[in-house]
């Protein structure tokens, strides 16, 4: 027995126009500061506006959002006494929004303490809408988040099934013209949550296609969105593919590469999708005896020659790495910029921290702890994985 | 030799097994918790079992069979008819999986289990290695 859980998905040119039929008195924004500044909010209110709401806007939320500002926009948000909550950015916001809605329908309750067991009595106040500035993260789609607690210096990963929103709005006006280095980082966050979801051990016949067609998007769209900004086409495609991607993993989880580039992203303050992406190819190397079935599924959904199960690993490998060159990706460690000596004196931590990360459990092969440092080294090296 | 489960011979196998998993040492080396994996009557398994295992720092310290719930309190009671645990042993059931779907019913503080997923995963290992027999 398992769940297939999704928002209602609003997607494609216009979508920000649902907005105008919400039912409802008052709906609070929640975004960060360059959103703000660059008027989107204010193109949100437009719209709300005409479905006759009031609104209330936070826009203090700070990339890897922490409990603190959580706490100080609930503490807004109650005061306005919303019945519609928009978390309005990439992951951060979206997140954000998850965490003060909880906060703002459970005052006393400590955010810390969010797990997937407990009934957490949302949506008696007001639900949650959610609308990606970036195509990647697919927290749009996602029961989970991600807090900084600054007191403790830990990230808390949270998980429930009530936290996921209600509707996904994926509107390809705000992802136009987004940074080349953004479009790819956040791009390969999306092939890799759409490839993982596909091999995880949890997978199922209800994100599986949602894996493959992702896949497929991406592939075709990435480069051009990279290569021109301003392709409509390309990214209202890569727009589509990053919520469907994170409607796949939502539902199926994400394996060793989320956990190496949880890792890597802590160790070393890079971006998420540039991590996980750099990851993916030498974890797909590794699982190539257990996934090798279903990694030539993809290779043959490519449209690509079809492979033996054996080899499907190193051919997809391959041609992901292709496709991160044309992106401008790292595609070894030296490239994305760590030193020998940064890398030995990391090694330790990283193989400890990979272990104990949740989605190292969910990889078709687990790996024991020598196997995680030899993929480190790998990576360091730029070597195909052979072991 | 075949060991039936829900018995204190497999219990203590498996006591045995998790002290021999270096992978399990690691994980649960900050956790402590003393469980009973309650198996329920199905089949021609009439009365209900508690499996008793005290988990200490990444080491089993004591494990037995007892059909006196009152034998101990511990701080976690996990339970699940026989087939249900049948196919988390065999791996049929990710038990992460299981206790979201409440398959297998968690009584304690769940936020600290959360905390060592790892370590559920290698118990289940652990179990994977004990050539078990099961009553129909
Ligand atoms: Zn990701």
Redesign the pocket.
């Known amino acids: 027995m398992w769940y297939f859980r999704t928002p209602e998905i609003v997607f494609g040119e216009d979508a920000l126009s649902h907005l105008d039929e919400l039912e409802g008195q008052r709906a609070f924004i929640v975004t960060d500061p360059t959103l703000a500044s660059l008027g989107f909010v204010e193109v949100i209110q437009k719209h709300l506006r005409a479905a006759g709401m009031e609104s209330a806007v936070f826009a203090e939320v700070e990339p890897d959002p922490s409990l603190q500002t959580v706490r100080r926009g609930a503490q807004t948000m109650r005061e306005f006494g919303p019945d519609w909550i928009i978390g309005l950015g990439g992951g951060s916001s979206m997140d954000a929004a998850k965490a003060m809605w909880f906060l703002y329908e459970n005052p006393e309750a400590d955010p810390a303490g969010i797990n997937p067991f407990d009934k957490l009595g949302l949506r008696r106040k007001a639900r949650l809408i959610a609308i990606p500035t970036t195509s990647?993260?697919?927290a749009e789609t996602t029961w989970y988040l991600v807090l900084t607690d600054l007191e403790s210096r830990r990230k808390l990963a949270l998980l429930n099934p009530e936290i996921m929103p209600d509707i996904a709005i994926v509107d390809p006006s705000l992802v136009i013209n987004l940074p080349p280095q953004i479009t790819a980082d956040t791009g390969m966050?999306a092939l890799?949550?759409a490839v993982e979801a596909y091999i995880s051990t949890w997978h199922n016949d209800f994100s599986d296609g949602l894996s493959l067609k992702a896949i497929q998007l991406i592939f075709e769209y990435l480069p051009r969105a990279y290569a021109d900004g301003g392709d409509a086409e390309a990214r209202e495609k890569m727009h589509n593919a990053a919520t469907i991607a994170g409607m796949a993993?939502g539902n199926s989880v994400?394996g060793l590469a989320?956990a190496m580039?949880h890792t890597m992203g802590a160790v070393w303050h890079i971006p998420?999708?540039r991590a996980?992406g750099l990851a993916l190819p030498y974890v797909l190397e590794f699982t190539r005896a257990e996934a090798g079935e279903r990694l030539a599924e993809i290779v043959c959904f490519l449209g690509m020659e079809p492979e033996p199960a054996g080899r499907a690993a190193y051919v997809l490998a391959h041609r992901i790495r292709e496709l991160m060159r044309r992106i401008g990706q790292p595609v070894t460690l030296p490239e994305l910029g760590i030193s020998a000596d940064d890398f030995e004196s990391a090694l330790a931590e990283l193989t400890e921290k990979t272990e104990l990360d949740a989605s190292a459990l969910t990889n078709a092969r687990m790996a024991t702890t020598a196997e995680i440092e030899r993929l480190y080294r790998y990576a360091f090296a730029g070597k195909e994985v052979d072991f | 030799m075949a060991i039936k489960f829900a018995t204190d011979e497999w219990i203590k196998a498996l006591c045995a097994q998790l002290n021999a998993n270096e992978a399990y040492a690691q994980a649960a080396k900050d956790w402590e918790g003393d469980f009973y994996f309650i198996v329920e009557p199905e089949g021609s398994l009439t009365e209900t079992i508690y499996l008793y295992m005290d988990l200490w720092h990444g080491k089993c310290r004591e494990a037995f069979a007892t059909k006196n719930p009152d034998e101990r309190n511990p701080a976690y009671r996990m339970s699940a008819p026989m087939s249900t645990w049948r196919k988390v042993i065999e791996k049929q059931l990710d038990p992460i999986q299981g206790m979201m779907t409440r398959k297998l019913k968690l009584k304690g503080d769940m936020m600290r289990v959360m905390k060592v997923p790892k370590a559920a995963i290698e118990i289940v290992n652990s179990c994977t290695k004990i050539e078990t027999e099961f009553l129909e």
């Open positions: 990647g993260t697919g966050d890799t949550h993993f994400t989320h580039g998420h999708g996980v």
